[in-house]
């Protein structure tokens, strides 16, 4: 395995251990929400995140305005993406928001081909497929024809156009200050998203509370949102949004192992193939590095005409 390989397969095996984090955060999130309000969890997730990496940001890292700029482009996705959710919720089944938004799977390489003309390999159809299949099982999918479909598509679109960005923006800025854009822009959006749906951003101090902002600040944020960006530099948006579809098994595995939540064989079968669908994509990504490996060493060993 080459070194260019070496490193992107060690980017995916930590974009696997940020996709079950955040899956680890839905429960505590779940919690939290019953007793306060969705942009009011988001605000102090986001603002609280904010001053902790500008502590580090502000102090050791140079100003740079490309990671400013980027960081608004990013942050407007991050905040499409967890708003539009949010509000699907209300309006139509949530296995459906759950199944709709995870298609953000097949969005990303077809945005890649009509965005940038990037090729798309048949072991990356498989795992597509295979994802987009077991997120459909693993959700329990209803589906109507509802406004909350509509902002599940808008999320999925959402999160896609973060994906695809953040591989591009990472190499063309300071990494630390483009992520802390983002938590500014979505603590700022939330707050006036808070007061106009919620009536202000004044949380209710319970144990759920704090234990979803310490789980979701320090994992979900902080560590997952950072080594999502450093990864991203060296695997593709397609593979790494096939990696994310382990977010929704790592959140069923917990809710069924500590919240006491049922999986049926449907469900288990779901997150089955979401397993083989990122096997075959990783061994696909290897078969052809190996193949492009020995035709570049057949063409240098092969003697010189003339």
């Known amino acids: 395995m080459n070194r260019l390989k070496t490193k ?3 980017a995916d095996i930590a974009l696997i251990f940020v996709a079950l984090v955040w899956g680890a955060t839905f429960l505590p999130m779940a919690g ?7 942009f009011t969890i988001l605000f102090w997730r986001f603002l609280i995140s904010f001053l902790l990496m500008s502590a580090f940001t502000l102090k050791f890292r140079k100003f740079d305005p490309n990671s400013v700029k980027y960081g608004i482009i990013l942050g407007l996705f991050l905040f499409c993406g967890f708003s539009a959710q949010t509000f699907a919720f209300k309006f139509t089944y949530s296995g459906a928001v759950a199944f709709i938004s995870g ?23 498989v795992g597509i497929f295979l994802g987009a299949l077991g997120l459909y099982f693993l959700s329990n999918a209803r589906f109507g024809l509802s406004f909350g479909e509509l902002l599940s598509v808008v999320c999925a679109f959402a999160w896609a156009l973060h994906i695809i960005f953040t591989s591009i923006f990472v190499k063309r800025c300071e990494l630390f200050m483009l992520i802390n854009t983002q938590f500014a822009v979505v603590c700022v959006l939330s707050l006036i998203f808070a007061f106009i749906f919620e009536g202000g951003a004044t949380p209710n101090l319970d144990y759920a509370f704090y234990k979803a902002m310490v789980i979701s600040i320090v994992f ?8 999502q960006h450093l990864m991203l530099r060296y695997t593709s948006p397609v593979k790494a949004a096939l990696i994310f579809t382990l977010e929704p098994v790592s959140a069923g595995v917990l809710g069924y ?11 288990i079968l779901g997150a089955a193939i ?20 020995f035709s570049q060493m057949a063409s240098t060993q092969s003697p010189q005409n003339g």
């Open 220 to 227: 979900a944020t902080l560590f997952g949102f950072i080594m």
């Open 103 to 125: 298609l953000n799977v097949v969005i990303v390489p077809f945005l890649m081909f009509l965005l940038f003309r990037q090729r798309i390999y048949v072991y990356s159809f």
């Open 274 to 293: 979401i397993l083989a669908g990122i096997v075959i994509s990783e061994l696909g990504s290897y078969y052809k590095s190996k193949r492009i490996g």
């Open 8 to 10: 992107e397969f060690r």
């Open 32 to 38: 939290a929400t019953a007793t306060n309000g969705v």
């Open 257 to 267: 192992f500590v919240g006491g939540e049922h999986l049926n064989s449907v469900q």
